[in-house]
């Protein structure tokens, strides 16, 4: 199970933390991942972690903004954000998933149907 929280309302320019706690087994995990979605829009991948190596990927245009990180010890992903922007308001989600083509393909890493679980997501909103 995954619980995602952080989110908030907060002014452009801000920055803000995100973070992911996953409780019960996580031996099978392979990559933690952060999408985000806006009303009418499909979900988006924003970064995403492996969870034995701590390799990160990023989608490009937010690799200088957005730092993700993870804490194997406390089960906990996180995502760093800074100079937050208007356009990037949005619900965060954090997913898991056990394949291990998700470290290996870049195309099914940034496919939400190739993660086995989800959290229930936390609303960023900016303002500007």
């Known amino acids: 199970q995954l619980q995602a929280s952080g989110g908030g309302l907060v002014q452009a320019g801000d920055s803000l933390r995100l973070s992911c706690a996953a409780s019960?087994?996580?031996?099978?995990?392979?990559?933690m991942a952060w999408f985000r979605q806006t009303p009418g829009s499909e979900r988006e991948f924003v970064a995403g972690?492996?969870?034995?190596?701590?390799?990160?990927y990023y989608r490009d245009y937010l690799k200088e903004r957005f730092t993700a990180s993870r804490d194997n010890a406390k089960n906990v992903m996180f995502l760093q954000m800074h100079g937050l922007k208007p356009e990037d308001t949005a619900t965060y989600y954090c997913?898991?998933?056990?394949?291990?083509?998700?470290?290996?393909?870049?195309?099914?890493?940034?496919?939400?149907?190739?993660?086995?679980?989800w959290g229930q997501g936390t609303l960023v909103t900016v303002s500007s």
């Open positions: 997913a898991a998933s056990s394949s291990r083509q998700n470290l290996l393909s870049s195309l099914v890493r940034r496919t939400p149907s190739r993660y086995d679980f």
């Open positions: 019960g087994s996580t031996a099978s995990i392979m990559i």
């Open positions: 972690v492996s969870w034995r190596s701590g390799d990160l």
